[in-house]
């Protein structure tokens, strides 16, 4: 690595940002944290206040989304909260690493967009991120299913990053695995990586399965279709927002329906980290060649 | 399959035995429940006292172990306590299915060895029984553990039935995967398999894994390996009884470990009965034949 | 599957056409066979002229590339030059699949364009024979080369499908794998995937290798390189058209370079032809739905 | 490593021992040729006469089998022949490693059984060996069956170490897989890797496959079962001496049968001369320690 950058503050965040703090100060810069009241201390790296540690650093990472609907920066530990107007000033001549990048902007008239990086606009951030949130899926199935993966019934609905990676990692048990799609490419790729293709559209001709999958961002488990193919099954849902379920319709046919958010923070915070790292790394790179 | 038991008594046990009790009712055969007060009913099966289940089966399927130290069946679902002499007189005209025969003759004078199978002493049921462990200890790791398997600096100690299952489930996460054995053939197919190859007195000379599970039978995880190779370490240590680490050094050093026991019964008790199922079916079927 | 199409001529092509014959007729369509004088005869399947073929089918199916640079479509089974001019008249009225439809249109002016389709354009077609190529680079691989897989030192270059596909079948060698790319997220990727990731500006900085397989569509493997990672190495360059090698400097160095063109025809035609007729197939359930 | 052996002398063999001299001269220490004629020179390594070699030499290493049924050891690379009987005098003194010792003590008498070591015997040898056999036949496979191996219904019979290995690898280009075995705990190890498991009784109540691999000992694809499952297969039969296929019903039936012997030597020799010199690095270890 070679870039220009010697001083990071961390602003904000969970435990995802005390491992990226950990880890860059382990790579031998200097890490300051802010909004962090709660940390007293941690090896190698300063625990300051939010605008000290922006005015001594030469670029500033917020955490994913970097500021809330109210416009204050998330902040696990910390009893305080942290407006992003009142840290304008102090971040309006620093470089800066977000992510949803919109959300800042719309807080703030000080900053210069060209001055901040929104990780989470990358390809190489978005994927890392997708596998993490896959092992995570995998995680939670082995914990709550009461078999084995190894020959489970499985269907994983949707084939995008987290659906690719779920299959990868789910072929490893030998599970009975179907996966559904749309594309006519995603289907032939499914068939190829060993599973059974259906298409989206043909869900609700299968039969029972024992866990499932869903990451596609719509309303796909009404209750006909739960009816038919859920009702024995480990529901868990990785669509953001508003999900992928109709949680009333599942609790009254007693389905186990689990709303997985935020996995990459809640189950592998440590990887989560290095990857906010690694990409505010590439970023600085990048420019630097 | 084809034999002649129809009517199956399932005395004492815990959630596997449910299990296995569904499934061979689901396959045809009628089965009987003793030793399950707190089971109220169960579709398809009957819950009658444990004299009762006896008389009207053709066999028998009792736990693993059979019979506790003092002389009682395991049975998780009642609040009774069940002496295996007081069904002695019923049981020894039975076919009988066990874990671990010996404890069971030790209590009893009237049974007749011929008509006992310990399951536990088949190959087949202590393979299936050992993958199912190494899910178990993966789940473990993946809820414990701050990162993702995936780059994980991962040691796995012995390549017997379970170190071989680990080291196949583990590859399909791509760790950084270190396995250790004594035996030349193990080494060789521990390097086939794609992971580091080291010789168990070798381990003092590693460096330190952010995982490491223990499935070697004997003290291994002494303070001084600890120091060098676990200080970061989720320690998951397989070894039934007495276990191979030293739960004091490890406390003292600050070292997260958990002694991992009788995980099929615990992880995935769906497929822990089915496993004593099919291997009461394969027993019949082989005679029949 | 459902359509309307009942009869297919297949004009022209190699061993993928009488595959694919032979797979449409098995589904219970009827098949002619146009341009294939030396086969006599096929179970199932009529051989008539070409221009009899065609005006007996509903669909005309056509060779990848449908034509060559002088006009005639490719037919291996045929002594005969077939002339896409003198077919023209007879193929205005059919529906028409073929593989590189503008050489198609180039030679003719009745065509209508609307009712081509060319499968060659189609991402389950190229995903699907880029499959078929990463087993058959595999395949000349493990013939060729004097040790195994597994173990040995292997590059790809490029990270594309055929890559892609190259680096998840190796995986299952376990070799020592090292695969180069420029963008960031497939660098994520390659990690992910378990394997060594290095940017493709950085390539003369490694090691010999023992097998490489090149897969990027620029004159990569100049003298230099090859004199600093490939003299040892088997070298199969995958890449259409010049290929990604300097073969002049390959032969001065002694280095074992071969351009493997057209893998899927060559290695396995079979699965070649199945999907040719499993993308005409998608194409008419699309139309049909 | 660390042992006493300074200077290896490798008498007779073939491209396997070509391999493994330059391999053990690459680690440093001094290796003769004997027996190998055509070898004019090579670098690093010496080329003597047989007598020579063994005199100058530390340890002798024989190939495998070492002396045929006349008493010459085998010798790709030299016109003449070498008797055992002449060499005897000069071997008494030395220490010897060879493939199937008890041939060699049956032609001498001046040899101390005791200075003989057979890496035949020994499981890490063999292990190795099935491993390199398993490649070599799935390699073969790829050459030969005009279709990919993904999605190919392909059949392996028996779940010895060879089927073990061609299990593993094979469920990397996600085949539909079927294995054949005896034993109740092989049965079970078949499903959990992931394939359809079948008693090698049962082998008649199946359908016809594209791909055969058989690997035990003994004439199982006689008339009958042929005509049933393999009229349309690439049968490769991996067993030893006679094999396992009545290769006259098979040339009646038109069917495909290929008797592979001897792969590792054939399709990797370089992989199977490191396998000889690991195996006795690990011997001389043994008695190092």
Chains 1, 2, 3, 4 share one sequence.
Do not use: W
Request: with cysteine; glycine share 6%; proline share 3%.
């Amino acid at each position: 690595m070679s870039f220009d950058c010697k001083t990071f503050a961390i602003i904000g965040g969970d435990k995802r940002q005390l491992y990226c703090a950990r880890q860059i100060a382990d790579d031998g810069y200097e890490v300051i944290l802010g909004g962090f009241d709660k940390v007293l201390s941690m090896r190698g790296v300063s625990v300051l206040s939010e605008i000290e540690a922006i005015e001594k650093s030469d670029a500033v990472i917020l955490p994913l989304p970097c500021v809330d609907k109210d416009g204050y920066i998330p902040s696990a530990f910390s009893d305080k909260k942290i407006s992003i107007k009142e840290l304008e000033p102090y971040l309006c001549t620093k470089r800066i690493f977000c992510g949803m990048k919109d959300k800042l902007l719309s807080f703030t008239k000080l900053l210069n967009p060209l001055m901040i990086n929104d990780y989470y606009e990358r390809e190489d951030f978005v994927l890392a991120n997708a596998y993490v949130t896959a092992e995570g899926a995998i995680s939670i199935a082995m914990e709550k299913f009461e078999g084995t993966l190894n020959g489970a019934k499985i269907l994983v609905c949707g084939f995008g990053r987290i659906g690719k990676a779920l299959v990868t990692l789910l072929k490893g048990f030998n599970p009975d695995l179907t996966v559904s799609a749309r594309k006519p490419q995603d289907l032939t790729a499914i068939r190829i990586a060993g599973a059974k293709a259906v298409h989206t559209r043909e869900l609700l001709t299968l039969d029972k399965f024992d866990i499932i999958f869903s990451t596609v961002p719509s309303m796909i488990f009404e209750c006909d279709l739960m009816a038919k193919i859920a009702t024995d099954a480990l529901l868990i849902d990785l669509a953001s927002a508003k999900g992928s379920v109709d949680y009333e319709a599942a609790k009254r046919l007693g389905i186990d329906a689990i709303h997985a958010l935020s996995l990459p923070g809640k189950s592998a915070p440590k990887t989560a980290g290095k990857i906010i790292k690694d990409t505010v790394y590439t970023i600085l790179e990048e420019e630097h060649r």
